[in-house]
């Protein structure tokens, strides 16, 4: 398989040196799971009730906010609820919905995929830097923007170091609840302009000058139904509501964050890079399983909640396929990897997944550049 994206770094492109049947060996064997059992890869009911429920979570404390005007404690619990219920829906409904995999009626997928306009967020822009960047290149350093470096976090061995890393360790996890604060505000702002210019967005001009027109709008109603409806509509006083909507992005965000960073920021996820020419040399599915781990396969409550982000490997392989499906595919998956010799990536529990991602980040906030060591 080869995929190939321009870059200021030139184009990316996945060359096995060995050819292997592994990807093709395993994508029929996963086919015909779904022909013997008679399933959809698609979401089932299963996947409507939690769409309900996590609905239901986000949106009615917020009507209670408004109708009841409570007071400060019950008013940051009801915030903080809504941030779980905005991460549950991140995760399970528009994650699933921006791949194609929540419905097998388009329609239905971009409905779900607008939950993430709900929460102050952008399809497009989100479509960008997850479906392609992240998906085509994970873990190579310049392409996928998830482990780009910021402000005090290093996620990459190939990226400067700076003192300012020395305790990300603990401090990352401050910055973690920030995420989605950063996206609401200005990070779409940003990609709108940094993607136009890494050629990543390549719509034509008219098309990319409205979808900053409607970034505008979205963000413009959302901050007014958030901020300024309950302020001067309701009545309710102003700390009140920006402390609690940042308690609720703080939550959010928080959860977010953390569980997509236990999937391939931790010890024992490889940072390959291109070789002068921009050629990875591994086959694109191989990369992907020596770049992202499984956590917590067993736990069936947080698999319902993370909308199977802790069966990472199987959704970087197979992302059209719905994530209600991850557990029961997951033992194909190994068991081929195993009959290949190529390694499958997972820690049985939540725990042993959060210390490895510290540890990780606690070795590239004392090292240096691998380039620098070398040099």
Do not use: C
Request: no cysteine; aromatic share 14%.
């Amino acid at each position: 398989m080869s995929k190939i994206l321009s870059s200021k770094k030139g184009a990316i492109k996945f060359v096995a040196s060995h050819k292997t049947d592994f990807f093709a060996t395993l994508k029929r064997r996963v086919d015909q799971y779904f022909v013997d059992n008679q399933k959809k890869k698609f979401g089932n009911t299963i996947m409507i009730t939690k769409t309900i429920v996590l609905l239901l979570a986000y949106l009615l404390p917020f009507i209670a906010l408004l109708s009841l005007s409570p007071g400060w404690f019950l008013s940051m619990l009801l915030w903080a609820i809504m941030g779980i219920g905005m991460a549950g829906l991140g995760m399970s409904v528009m994650h699933d919905a921006n791949h194609g995999a929540y419905s097998s009626n388009p329609v239905v997928n971009w409905s779900m995929a607008h939950v993430l306009n709900l929460m102050g967020g952008s399809t497009v822009n989100w479509k960008l830097q997850h479906n392609i960047l992240h998906h085509t290149y994970t873990n190579i350093t310049h392409m996928d923007d998830d482990i780009a470096a910021k402000p005090a976090l290093r996620l990459s061995p190939h990226t400067p170091h700076h003192i300012s890393y020395k305790h990300q360790w603990w401090h990352a996890f401050i910055l973690y609840g920030l995420t989605t604060l950063y996206w609401v505000s200005a990070k779409d702002f940003i990609q709108w302009v940094k993607y136009r210019k890494r050629k990543v967005n390549a719509a034509p001009v008219a098309e990319y000058r409205m979808m900053l027109v409607q970034l505008i709008v979205e963000k413009l109603l959302y901050f007014f139904a958030f901020i300024v409806l309950p302020v001067f509509v309701f009545n309710i006083p102003f700390v009140q509501v920006i402390t609690g909507f940042v308690l609720m992005h703080f939550i959010a965000g928080l959860i977010l964050t953390v569980i997509f960073q236990l999937a391939h920021s931790l010890e024992g996820t490889s940072h390959p890079l291109p070789d002068q020419v921009g050629i990875i040399r591994n086959d694109w599915a191989i990369h992907q399983m020596n770049t992202t781990m499984n956590f917590s396969p067993s736990n069936k409550w947080l698999s319902w909640y993370v909308g199977g982000l802790n069966f990472q490997v199987e959704h970087h392989l197979f992302p059209r396929i719905s994530h209600v499906h991850y557990p029961y595919i997951a033992p194909i998956v190994k068991a081929t990897a195993n009959e290949f010799g190529i390694p499958y990536l997972e820690h049985q529990t939540f725990l042993s997944a959060l210390k490895a991602h510290i540890r990780f980040l606690k070795q590239l906030g004392r090292l240096p550049d691998i380039e620098e060591a070398i040099g």
